[in-house]
């Protein structure tokens, strides 16, 4: 028994001292510097240091699609013209640019920074001349690239908005949400991780409203709101443990999402349909504009949308919804240029300023098509009927009427 026993301690201390030796191997000693990703990747030796000094993250990892098949090093690679840290042996870099997914997934980022993800939504905040939150300016081709596809929306100055807030304001607010079409260093442009979260990188997560939600809510465009009121939104939570969310995308069912969540109507694949990551292919009109004109391309948009439709709705349905939805925008329409009347003839007459957020006209102007015109619109568009109404037909009332008195009192009469 002794004997045995200490076989056992002597067996025990061994599997100690190799376990002590292969962690200081793979961690403390590091790597010589001239590793190739192929050699990082057979030996692990990024996650099996984590595995320590950062568990949570190298958790999140293995539960992606990325686990087994790509390393850290593939994200974390320092590609030309990003800040590179000497790290253990390894040249990483802190930030991981879209430029980095697009050297595995070009198809997605081709479609990313044609839609108004692109490079749009950062100008609607820096514009192309200012600097802002450690990002370069867009560089001429990008420019131009952008502008083909949507004219006006890069080649403009920074929100005026933006500019009285200031920095600090804008890199906690603006920055966090309209990065995802930021310019990077490497020349790329975009941030994937706003949907797709940093190390998880699941399709599941990328398909749920809240994903998209962490944008697209609030009062300005209450995409959430209003999808969680909508019955798609009702059907969803009580649904979606039955869902299969996780499915590949090239193989998504309406067996596996029998109930749409934004992705489904806005990008998905459904039934052997076409995926896209370009946002504004299937939409019709310039719903956040103060008045609303069909975009472009926009016959072709409605289309690729009622295609999406059609795997749950009959036809009828479907022209219903938009034939509604339509009247609630041209109505917008109409008390957005009538209250627009108003307010220019004010500027015009030397009663405010225009432009810039330097008058509470300019406020009370910008709560009436901002707030209240668009969350109508969004809310006819989207089966919001509260949003519609209460929060949007109604104040889009009152306020039509706060502006003709105040135009009223004004000029004195
Ligand atoms: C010997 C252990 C070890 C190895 C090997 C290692 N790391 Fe780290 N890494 C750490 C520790 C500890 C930290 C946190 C403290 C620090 O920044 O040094 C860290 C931090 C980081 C950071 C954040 C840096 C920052 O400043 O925020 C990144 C990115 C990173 N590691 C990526 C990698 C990649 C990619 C590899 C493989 C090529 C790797 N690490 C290999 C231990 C290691
Ligand atoms: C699919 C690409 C991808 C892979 C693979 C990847 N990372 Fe990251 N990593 C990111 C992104 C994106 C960020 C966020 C960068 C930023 O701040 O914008 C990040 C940030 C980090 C950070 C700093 C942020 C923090 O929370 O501390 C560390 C450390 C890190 N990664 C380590 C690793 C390690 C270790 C691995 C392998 C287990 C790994 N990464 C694999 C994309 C990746
Ligand atoms: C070195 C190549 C490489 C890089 C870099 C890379 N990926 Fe991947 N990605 C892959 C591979 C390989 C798969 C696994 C495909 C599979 O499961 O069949 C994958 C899977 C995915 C999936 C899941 C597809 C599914 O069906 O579940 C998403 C989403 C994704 N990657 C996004 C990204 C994003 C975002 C980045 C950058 C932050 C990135 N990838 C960086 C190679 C890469
Ligand atoms: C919570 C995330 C979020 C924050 C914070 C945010 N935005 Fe936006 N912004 C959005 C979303 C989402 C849209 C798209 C709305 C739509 O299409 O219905 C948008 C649209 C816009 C547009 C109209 C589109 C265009 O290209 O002209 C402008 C301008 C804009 N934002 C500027 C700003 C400025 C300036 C700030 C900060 C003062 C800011 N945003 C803060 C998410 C955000
Ligand atoms: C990190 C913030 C963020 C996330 C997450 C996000 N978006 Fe957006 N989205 C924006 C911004 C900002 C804009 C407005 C860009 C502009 O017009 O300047 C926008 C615009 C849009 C548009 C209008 C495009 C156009 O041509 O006008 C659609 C549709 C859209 N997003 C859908 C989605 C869907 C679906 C998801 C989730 C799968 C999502 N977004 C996730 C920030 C985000
Ligand atoms: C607005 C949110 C959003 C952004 C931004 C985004 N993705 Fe995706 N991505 C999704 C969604 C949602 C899916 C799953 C679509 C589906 O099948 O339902 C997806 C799927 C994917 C897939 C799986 C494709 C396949 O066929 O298996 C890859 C790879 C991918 N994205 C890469 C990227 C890359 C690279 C970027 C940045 C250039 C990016 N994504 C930016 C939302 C986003
Ligand atoms: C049932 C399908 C469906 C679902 C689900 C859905 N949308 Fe939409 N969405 C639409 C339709 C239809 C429009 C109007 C398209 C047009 O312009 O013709 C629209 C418009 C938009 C716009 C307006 C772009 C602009 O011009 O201002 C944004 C942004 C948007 N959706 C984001 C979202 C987000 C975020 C979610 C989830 C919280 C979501 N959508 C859920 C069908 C859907
Ligand atoms: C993946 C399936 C799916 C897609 C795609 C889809 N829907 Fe639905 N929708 C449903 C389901 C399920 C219901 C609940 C009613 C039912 O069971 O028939 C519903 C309900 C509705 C309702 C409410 C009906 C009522 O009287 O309560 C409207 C309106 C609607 N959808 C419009 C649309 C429009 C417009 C589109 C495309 C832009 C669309 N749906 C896309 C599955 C879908």
Redesign the pocket.
Known sequence: MANHRTYLIVALAAVAAIAVFLTLS???A??NGDSTVEQ?RAEG??V???RT??PGLVETYERGPHANEI???DC?NAREGLEA?D????E???VTTAGHCAECHEEQYDQHIKSRHGASAWAAVAGNTLALDGKPLFTEEQIAFAEEYHPGTVARGPNPLAIWEGAGAVENGCAVCHEIGAPNYDGSVGNCSKCHLRHAVRVDEARLPETCGSCHMGPDHAQLEIYNESTHGVLFASMRDDMNLGVTPSELTTKDMPVPTCSTCHMSGLNGGTMTHDVTERLSYYLFAPISKERPNGAEGRENMKEVCLNCHGPSHIEELYADADLTLHRTNELVAHVKEIVDGLYADGFATAGGFDDLLDYEWFDYWHYFGRTAKHGAFMGGADYTQWHGNYDLALRTFEFEELDAELRGH
């Open positions: 793979a961690c403390g590091g790597d990082v030796d990024c099996e240091c984590h000094s950062t390393s850290c090093l974390h840290i790290h253990n042996g390894f990483v870099v802190r």
